[in-house]
């Protein structure tokens, strides 16, 4: 498989975003949040990287993101930074579930 570099850019931009929410409001949770899911998520791109994708952490965590982001927007109404977290979130869900829906398989299967 091709370097998933969307998924390396997704997580480099979150913790980008953790790091400023630390750098602008001395927001620790958004420091430490930033960099834990920046960090799955990149081990997420780096899983689909392989020469058989394994998409469910990067799934898993961007499906999070997007609800808790979601949930966030929808009570401040504020598009940064909860808005742009949720977008790219789907975004990134809509795009793994594209590129790697065939590696979603049941438990006990063998992968193509």
């Known amino acids: 498989m091709p370097v998933d570099w969307f998924g390396y850019v997704y997580a480099a931009t979150v913790a980008a975003g953790g790091i400023m929410g630390y750098a602008k409001a001395g927001s620790i949770p958004s420091l430490g949040a930033g960099l834990a899911f920046g ?4 081990y997420g791109a780096h899983l689909n990287s392989q020469d058989t994708p394994r998409p469910l952490l990067q799934l898993g965590t961007s499906l999070f993101l997007a609800g808790l982001m979601g949930a966030r927007w929808n009570r401040s109404g504020k598009l940064m930074p909860a808005g742009m977290v949720c977008m790219l979130s789907v975004a990134a869900l809509v795009k793994n579930l594209a590129t ?8 006990g299967t063998k992968a193509p």
């Not at 790697?100 to 438990?107: E, G, Q």
């Open 100 to 107: 790697y829906n065939r590696y979603l398989m049941p438990a």
């Open 39 to 42: 960090a799955l998520l990149g």
